[in-house]
């Protein structure tokens, strides 16, 4: 199952932060005190007040993206795949419970891609269009516990799921106040969603307990699946920045603040694609029924209708299941309801604090070190701490190489490395990131993303 979970990440498109670039990926994120122009946009829009090597970005094609797990490599895919775990006395069984991850399964995928010509800078202002896709996905380790057979007396098991699936258009308008060698910047977003489907978090929950005198079964658990094709959201990033501070530049930034979506709202948009018979929602079901493992008997239609799955388990046990005149339907009871649900609800975005620190330690030499926090698990943040620091060594100027590494966030720890091509006007970034191992065998995930822009201009304060 936990194979089948992470084919069904790698068949959607990859994810990253809504503007997210090649810059900071190289970097492993730690680009709140360094971005400039339209790629501090995301990071901290404080830093478009700060003098920079351009005046004017023009973004022309672009695309951020990644698919990470905290579970599955190729690596332990072919240790454990097509074999009987329960051979040799379970041995193989007993590793592949040791190795699953104590904190849950968690898969996320992504894709950000830049609109051309509508993502640009200019001075101390920006102005950015983004299609997003994020897909979330988390199974508690009580629930692989009872999925894969490890139950033990005495013990009672949260079956807690999460699921997130969203497909929006992000815009942003930012602009920052220089004031010395302080600036302070706000970026406002506009959210106009395309698709979702997902775990209402309210509802989604269960629980099974095990009795300790005897292998007797108590449960009950409940799951709202929910789903829209339309929605808008508002949110804000807000950011201050402080540069030549004894050769230091430091930035300090909140983002996604008050932003949600709130999904089966009409928007232009979404009137505009359904007259045209272009349905986001079922593109993305599709991605979920067309798996190779069929996992699921429910039809749903991805025709914006709701699904809401409750089970009672009373007194269950081997004995009297199978020398009691009861049958397993006596002891088992479950509801299935699917019906069109075109009530409005509200799927929030975390809210992440950002403090970063940059310095040119020598002329062709930069450090960058980044720490971030967040208070909640959705949409591919994770609750925690997360650090990232980077270089960028420019001894060719026009061919800078960056490295970064990072420890926490969704990829728990990752490696990256880019690099640009600096064609006068024209340039070419790239950046690529291994998560939880260095080589194809072994890593849990990847990063990869891709930018070519115009610049002009001197530098400008």
């Known amino acids: 199952m936990v194979f089948w979970i992470f084919l069904c990440g790698l068949s959607l498109p990859l994810d990253a932060q809504y503007y997210d670039s090649p ?87 992504s894709i950000s891609s830049p609109l051309p010509l509508v993502n640009f800078s200019r001075g101390n202002k920006a ?111 807000l950011g201050v920045a402080f540069e ?29 694609l359904k007259d045209n018979d272009i349905d986001v929602l079922k593109m993305m079901g599709f991605q979920i029924k067309s798996f190779p493992v069929k996992n699921t008997d429910i ?7 709701s699904y809401l799955y409750n089970f009672q388990i009373d007194s269950l046990n081997a004995e009297s299941l199978f020398r009691g005149e009861k049958t397993y339907q006596d002891y088992f009871s479950d509801t299935k309801i699917i019906e069109p649900d075109s009530s409005t609800f509200r799927v929030k975005v975390p809210l992440v604090l950002k403090v970063g620190a940059a310095k040119q330690l020598r002329q062709d030499l930069l450090t960058a070190i980044d720490i971030s926090m967040s208070f909640s698990d959705r949409l591919n943040v994770t609750k925690g701490w997360r650090t990232a620091v980077g270089c960028e060594y420019s001894y060719f100027p026009k061919r800078p190489l960056r490295v ?23 340039h070419i970034d790239w950046a690529l990131g291994m998560n939880r191992g260095l080589w194809v065998h072994s890593m849990q995930g990847f990063d990869l993303a891709l930018a070519t822009y115009l610049t002009s201009g001197g530098k400008k304060k």
């Not at 789903?227 to 959201?233: L, N, P, Y």
Request: some cysteine; proline content about 2%.
């Open 23 to 109: 810059i900071n990926r190289a970097l492993g994120g730690a680009g709140n005190a360094m971005m400039r122009g339209i790629f501090c946009i995301g990071q901290n829009p404080a830093n478009l007040g700060l003098t920079s090597q351009y005046r004017t970005y023009v973004y022309v094609l672009g695309i951020n993206g990644y698919v990470t797990n905290n579970f599955y490599s190729l690596e332990s895919g072919v240790h454990f795949s097509g074999k009987d775990l329960t051979a040799d006395g379970g041995e193989l069984q007993r590793e592949f419970w040791e190795k699953l991850p104590e904190e849950g399964y968690r898969l996320n995928s």
């Open 127 to 237: 102005f950015t269009t983004s299609l997003i896709q994020v897909s979330d996905y988390y199974i508690s380790k009580p629930a692989l516990d009872v999925i894969f057979g490890n139950w033990d007396k005495g013990t009672t098991y949260n079956l807690d799921l999460r699921c997130d699936a969203m497909t929006a258009i992000a815009y942003a308008f930012s602009i920052a106040i220089p004031l010395g060698k302080t600036s302070v910047g706000i970026s406002l977003k506009y959210l106009q969603g395309l698709g979702y489907y997902g775990l209402d978090p309210a509802y989604s929950t269960g629980q099974i307990t095990v009795d300790t005198s005897n292998f007797v079964l108590y449960g009950n658990g409940s799951y709202y699946f929910r789903e829209s094709r339309q929605g808008r959201g508002y949110g804000a990033d």
């Open 244 to 272: 030549d501070l004894n050769g230091w530049t430091l930035g300090f930034s909140v983002l996604n603040l008050g932003e949600s979506v709130k999904w089966n709202t009409e928007t232009a948009l979404s009137q505009w």
């Open 299 to 305: 039809e749903l239609d991805f025709d914006g209708e």
């Open 404 to 426: 970064g590494i990072a420890l926490g966030g969704i990829s728990g720890w990752e490696f990256d490395i880019g690099s640009s091509l600096n064609l006068g006007a024209l």
